[in-house]
């Protein structure tokens, strides 16, 4: 695609010419004495088929580009080969062009389109609303483990595309591409939670050698198998395998599998393939996981796991335990949560990783149509709905539906996990939202720990029953001890689920709002208090369908410590408010119908008690719903 523009060039001198400058008639290009200037990103010059908007990163070999296409009214990203490539990796982006071109898969990025730029050849891809899963590891360290399983059946389901995909290069048919460079610098996460793998630049057709034509090795230190380390000539599709047990760990351990900073020292690790292992780390990993990953990062390639769908079946079969939520919304509900702190990289593109094509991500602004009132009862007693509510009086001059929510977050106050990564894997692990389960056999749970705290509170009760003990401390609004106290659990204790309720209520209090969303990451709690705090959590980011669906599990689940009465009062309310949400953003008659069935039922529940805010919303809501079915009738 060229451009009605010439870049900026700066002249050669001519070898023949004793130094001399000379002038040229030649087209600018790599093989040109005009050399192209890449441009910084901040004119709009035309590339690819938009013009560039800013840089978003830029690596040995290429720049990527942000491009806005007019006539699509989107933005692309476009990556564009720098002047100065030698030819060996010229021909790698070529390959890359035509390799990733012919791959159309939902985790494999997208290309639209190729060309040269003044020479230059680029590709233009989509571009991604999200962050690398480098990005995410080191701001996050240990990610929670369904996250990690989640992540990893998105990524084993891009591989086995590439590893069986039949295509054309030069007119000669293949079938299987290795990647040969994966690593989460080339995983994108979005947004909507697609997980897409990228950077197809060394990759290549099933059986053909790894090495460069002066036998170097190419790919990455820390992740490349080690039989092409060896001097091994071909790589398979075992060496992807590798490199994706390093991925799994890496998301799972918080630090790379061959950390490593001095060469030396990590030349030796590789060869002997000498890793800390998973168990090691004290993180609450299934032990059918460890193995699996300890099948992946087998030293013997013969020995290793022979394809990417064994991993893919294992993996889901282990994800299925930890979560009954599809990978893609899971991964969607983790990226958003972390918004808050990961935004700070998209700040600083240059510490991105090269392709990073990161968008902007808003975080669930609340509708100017909600406002908020706490509802009767105590504290989290008994009697009180789980939640934390504010006092919002309503505006007259309202004439839209009035349905209470959760305070959503604003656009500078996005979820994000409490803490950056700690030095303690445990501790990073506790803090990043860790998976607790009730499958003892599968998880390799810490103990409690005893604390002078836990001493004392032991002496002023007069027992060693912490979960009592517990129980009386967030009840007396003591939220901060109440955590403490639950850390100090033992195992068993710590995964009933009335300790998880008092957790839920602790943080709930605290009004941890980054913590209370690891907390939800978890697997659920059978229990009507534990469904309708999750539904008002999803609410608050407009997840209305979901949340819905909740209120609804809410009141087929018993109460364990909560007034079962007043939860199921909660979720009817909370469902009819979700309902006219939906009603607000689709404004179809069916959602209408829904919403003032949903009210009308709140309405039914407290027939008997017409001063209960509840009662009083609904009527509001039941009369304006009203009113709109008569507008739309004239």
């Known amino acids: 695609m060229g451009t009605t523009s010439i870049p900026p060039s700066v002249d050669v001198p001519d070898r023949n010419s004793g130094g001399a400058e000379v002038s040229t008639v030649t087209p600018p290009g790599i093989l040109s004495r005009q050399i192209p200037v890449l441009p910084n990103g901040s004119a709009a010059v035309p590339l690819g088929s938009g013009t560039i908007m800013s840089v978003l990163g830029e690596g040995g070999a290429a720049v990527v580009y942000e491009i806005w296409v007019e006539k ?223 099948a992946c990062l087998t030293l013997n390639p013969d020995r290793r796991i022979g394809s990417v769908a064994e991993i893919l079946s294992r993996l889901e079969k282990i994800h299925s335990r930890l979560s009954k939520e599809k990978p893609e919304d899971l991964v969607e509900y983790y990226i958003n949560t972390l918004e808050k702190n990961i935004v700070g990289y998209r700040r600083k593109p240059r510490i991105l990783p090269k392709v990073a094509a990161c968008g902007a991500v808003a975080a669930a602004a609340a509708c100017a149509w909600l406002f908020y009132m706490k509802p009767a009862g105590g504290s989290h007693g008994a009697t009180s709905a789980p939640g934390n509510f504010s006092s919002v009086k309503a505006s007259p001059a309202s004439k839209g539906p009035v349905a209470h929510q959760p305070t959503a977050p604003s656009s500078a106050e996005g979820l994000s996990l409490p803490v950056k990564k700690a030095s303690d894997p445990e501790k990073a692990r506790a803090q990043a939202g860790d998976i607790q389960s009730n499958h003892a056999e599968d998880l390799l749970l810490p103990s409690g720990t005893a604390t002078p705290l836990v001493a004392s509170l032991q002496k002023q009760y007069g027992t060693n029953d912490l979960l009592k003990i517990l129980a009386e401390e967030t009840n007396k609004g003591d939220f901060t001890t109440a955590l403490s106290l639950f850390d100090a659990l033992d195992r068993e204790s710590a995964a009933t689920v009335a300790a998880r309720l008092y957790k839920l209520r602790a943080l709930q209090g605290l ?105 009083k919303l609904a009527e509001k809501n039941i009369q304006v719903l009203t009113d709109q079915a008569s507008k739309q009738a004239r």
């Not at 309310?573 to 009308?600: H, I, N, P």
């Open 72 to 294: 699509l009214g989107i933005s692309r990203a476009v990556k564009v080969l720098k002047p100065n490539a030698s030819v060996e990796t010229t021909g790698r982006f070529e390959t890359e062009m035509r390799i990733t071109a012919q791959l159309r898969h939902p985790n494999i990025i997208e290309i639209h389109n190729v060309g040269d730029w003044h020479g230059l050849p680029y590709i233009e891809m989509e571009k991604i609303d999200g962050f690398s899963l480098d990005a995410v590891i080191r701001e996050r360290g240990s990610l929670p483990l369904k996250v990690c399983t989640a992540i990893g059946i998105l990524v084993c389901r891009a591989l086995d595309f590439t590893h069986n995909h039949a295509y054309l290069i030069n007119d000669k048919r293949h079938v299987g591409i290795l990647h040969r460079d994966l690593k989460p610098g080339n995983i994108m996460i979005s947004k909507n939670g697609m997980v897409k793998l990228m950077d197809f630049g060394i990759a290549t057709p099933t059986g053909v050698s790894m090495h460069t034509m002066d036998g170097t090795v190419v790919g990455s230190m820390q992740y490349i198998a080690p039989e092409l380390l060896e001097g091994a000539k071909r790589a398979s599709p075992r060496s992807d395998i590798f490199s994706l047990g390093c991925v799994l760990y890496e998301m799972i351990a918080g630090q790379r599998t061959f950390p490593e900073k001095n060469m030396a020292k990590l030349v030796t690790a590789r060869m002997k393939n000498a890793y800390m292992p998973v168990s090691e780390f004290k993180v609450k990993c299934p032990k059918k996981l460890i193995k699996l990953i300890n």
């Open 511 to 615: 009004g941890n709002k980054e913590a209370l969303g690891a907390f939800f990451l978890r697997p659920d709690v059978p229990d009507k208090e534990y469904y309708l705090a999750k539904a008002q959590h999803l609410a608050s980011f407009r997840r209305y369908a979901e949340a819905e669906a909740l209120c609804d599990e809410s009141r087929r689940a018993p109460a364990s410590i909560g007034d079962a009465g007043a939860l199921d009062l909660t979720s009817s309310y909370v469902k009819a408010s979700c309902l006219t949400g939906d009603f607000m953003v689709q404004a179809t008659e069916e959602a209408r119908k829904k919403a003032l069935d949903a009210w009308s039922e709140v309405q039914n529940l407290l027939m008997g008690n017409p001063g209960h805010p509840y009662f």
